[in-house]
């Protein structure tokens, strides 16, 4: 599952990547994000369709849905529709994850891809099976694609493709601080025992 994700790649390093990852140009009609240390539901976030623009996280209803699980996105009617017809790509830093009350920060030190989905101006990250390496923190994990995933995710999906990452994330204690969603800086990524 994940709940709180960073994204402080921004400006043009982030159109780029969005263009070599899917090998044509990437325009930002509504300008790019600022850098964000502290994603919550319901909050605004970067999306890649056609274009880089912001969507509101999460799927409206009676309750706010921000994750999908990958095994039944065909099948459930809350994103059946937009399985089939709308689907984006989530960029990010890395995630948080809560194991034994401690937040962890999960990343790569790289920009990550996740699969999402989009209706109506909200859109939904997709889960799947945690990797082996990330278990013991939770058993569910952003789908991420490996930059030969995400053309096939947003064009014709398969089940490969829904799979659990082979990308190789590390996880390490962050902040405490990272539990209020009105913090939002980037010492949220260093545990409390390192100030």
Not at 68 to 92: D, Q
Not at 135 to 144: D, I, K, N
């Amino acid at each position: 599952m994940c709940g709180r994700f960073v994204l402080f790649t921004t400006s043009e390093t982030l159109l780029d990547a969005a263009t070599t990852l899917l090998g044509r140009p990437v325009a930002a009609p509504h300008g790019t994000p600022a850098p964000r240390y502290n994603i919550a539901p319901t909050h605004t976030i970067a999306i890649i369709n056609e274009t880089l623009q912001p969507a509101r996280w999460g799927f409206s209803g009676r309750t706010t849905l921000f994750n999908a699980r990958a095994e039944t996105l065909a099948e459930k009617p809350s994103f059946a529709w937009a399985f089939r017809n709308s689907r984006i790509l989530i960029p990010m830093d890395g995630y948080y994850e809560w194991h034994g009350g401690i937040p962890y920060y999960v990343s790569t030190h790289q920009l990550l891809w996740t699969a999402g989905l989009y209706r109506n101006g909200e859109a939904t990250m997709v889960t799947t099976a945690a990797p082996p390496a990330l278990e013991w923190l939770h058993h569910r994990a952003p789908l991420l694609l490996a930059p030969e995933q995400a053309n096939t995710w947003l064009n014709e999906p398969t089940i490969e493709t829904m799979q659990p990452t082979s990308i190789q994330l590390q996880a390490r204690p962050a902040n405490s601080a990272v539990g209020n969603v009105a913090n939002d800086y980037p010492e949220l990524l260093q545990s409390n025992s390192l100030f």
